[in-house]
Structure formats: structure tokens, C-alpha cells
């Protein structure tokens, strides 16, 4: 499931293939309406037959992409949902076998949606005015950009009582985490993702600060080829205790537990995470 870091890697995607480009025709397949909610698929390829992208920003797990079409300034509000991806191919190549939405560039290359599931959004954001978007306006802060300070995540983490890897979520506290590395960054801090948020302490706060960038970093660091394969689609697992219920720790040896948190899988392990 995409966080942060496929965002961010399908950002590289699109402006490695796409940025400055014109899109000389669009496509989508009726199929896929539901990511388009509450626009159409016809008005979204209509708008951007024509345009240039000329940005693509991401904030959170959104991409924001800004064009130049005909009539000014467009944006194309891009969340990748469960299974969405962003395909760079030649133009002549076949199109992605879940392609909801086509982009043919200028210079023979062509992009291609790709949502299997349909859980992504697709949507237009008329004068590419994203900070009107409340759901964008809503984000925290986004660990990438704006970094992460243990005494900020301290006071941040200290206004809830909920679970610390439950509040870790939550996209108004901090713009990107799933529940891959959510758990991640637990392990990594040593912290048992059952801990009351609002009781952490400076030492837990930093240890954690530090685990967020990490597990971060190393999913980035990971994620070098042409195309990118989600764990749960049966790509590589690149992960210490996600989706490795019973294996051994590799820091202690003990057996990975897996609970439920607020509906979500949360693995940990029990014999070094307090
Ligand atoms: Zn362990």
C-alpha cells in the first residue's frame, strides 16, 4: 500500500517522464469513474488534452500536479489509494493492464494510471488552487519536507491518548505514515505501538523522531528500479516486522506478534519494544 515513500517515488516518475511536456491526448476507460468521484473521467481528459505539466509536488501521500492548459492554470489532485501507480512507458508500448487514465506526451512516451482496486482519487482542482482543498489544508506536517523534531512529535503525540502507532496515522498529525511505517518506526525506536501516545517522554520522542526518518529513508533508499511492485502485490519485502508475523526479530530474535490497532494489522515485537 503506498505511504509516503511510493508517493514520493511516483512524484520522480512523473516529472522524470512527463515534466514540461505537453499531453498531446488523454484516455480513460469509463471503468474506472469511481477514482474520478465526484468529477467524470470525460471531464478530466477533456481538461487535460492540451496541457503542459509544468509542477508536481507531493504533500503527504497526495500528488499535486499543476498544468498549463488552455484556459490557465489546472490542477490534477492524484491519491494513490491501495493499489494506485504511476507508469512512465513508450507510447507504443501496451498500456498498463489497470490503466484508468492515459496520458501520451509529446516526444513519444506515454504515462499510465494504474488502479486495480479503484481506491485512488483522481480530480480536478480548477486554477490549481490545491490550498482551497480542505483535505490538503488539513494535512500535518510532512516528514520529508518539513522534518521531524522530537519536541515537536513530543507536544504533538502529548495532545492524544490514543496508541502511539494508531496516532501516527493520523494524517492531520503528521502527512505520509501508513500502517507500514507506522509500525516500522515503532520497531525501530524500540517502542511498543500499544504506548499511550500523550506518555512517551523526551528519550521515547527522540528515539522516535529519528525512527520516522530512518524507516523513511530506507524505503526511499529501496526503491531504485524502473517500477515499483507493492509488497502486498508480491514484491519484495524490504521491511524489519511488517507483514513478518512469527518470524524472528532481527534485532532480538524473538517471534514477530501481530495485533489488531483501530481495525489495522500492527506488527511488533514483543521482546524488544517497551
Ligand atoms: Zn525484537
Known amino acids: 500500500v503506498p505511504e509516503l515513500p511510493e508517493v514520493e517515488y511516483a512524484a520522480r516518475t512523473l516529472r522524470r517522464a512527463a515534466l514540461g511536456r505537453r499531453i498531446v491526448a488523454a484516455a480513460a ?3 474506472g469513474r469511481r477514482l474520478f468521484r465526484p468529477g467524470t473521467p470525460a471531464a478530466v481528459v477533456r481538461a487535460l488534452a492540451g496541457a503542459r505539466l509544468a509542477a508536481v509536488e507531493r504533500r503527504g501521500k497526495h500528488l499535486l500536479l499543476t498544468l498549463e492548459a488552455r484556459r490557465g492554470p489546472l490542477g490534477l489532485l492524484s491519491h494513490l489509494g491501495m493499489t494506485g501507480r504511476w507508469l512512465a512507458r513508450d507510447a507504443a508500448a501496451p498500456a498498463a493492464p489497470h490503466a ?13 494510471y494504474d488502479d486495480p482496486r479503484l481506491f ?9 488552487r490545491f490550498d482551497a482543498v480542505p483535505e490538503l489544508a488539513a494535512l500535518g506536517p510532512d516528514p520529508l519536507h518539513d522534518g521531524v523534531e522530537a519536541a515537536w512529535l513530543e507536544a504533538a503525540l502529548g495532545r492524544t491518548r490514543r496508541p ?3 496516532a501516527l496515522l493520523d494524517q492531520r498529525l503528521l502527512a505520509g505514515l501508513g500502517n507500514i511505517h507506522a509500525a516500522e518506526a515503532c520497531w525501530r525506536a524500540r517502542l511498543d505501538p500499544r504506548r499511550r501516545a500523550d506518555r512517551l517522554g523526551p528519550a521515547r520522542a527522540r528515539a522516535l523522531a529519528a525512527a520516522i526518518r530512518a524507516s523513511l529513508r530506507h524505503a526511499l533508499a529501496a526503491m531504485e528500479g524502473p517500477e515499483l511492485v507493492y509488497v502486498e ?17 532481527p534485532r532480538c530474535r524473538a517471534a514477530i506478534r501481530r495485533t489488531v490497532q483501530a481495525q489495522r494489522s500492527t ?4 521482546g524488544c519494544q517497551r
Open 29 to 31: 476507460p469509463s471503468a
Open 100 to 112: 484508468r487514465l492515459t496520458l501520451r506526451l509529446q516526444g513519444g512516451r506515454a504515462l499510465d
Open 120 to 128: 485512488g482519487r483522481l480530480r480536478l482542482v480548477p486554477g490549481a
Open 164 to 166: 502511539v502507532k494508531v
Open 233 to 249: 502485490a508480491g514484491g519484495p519485502n524490504p521491511f524489519r516486522v511488517y507483514a513478518r508475523e512469527g518470524e524472528r526479530c
Open 267 to 270: 506488527f511488533w515485537c514483543p
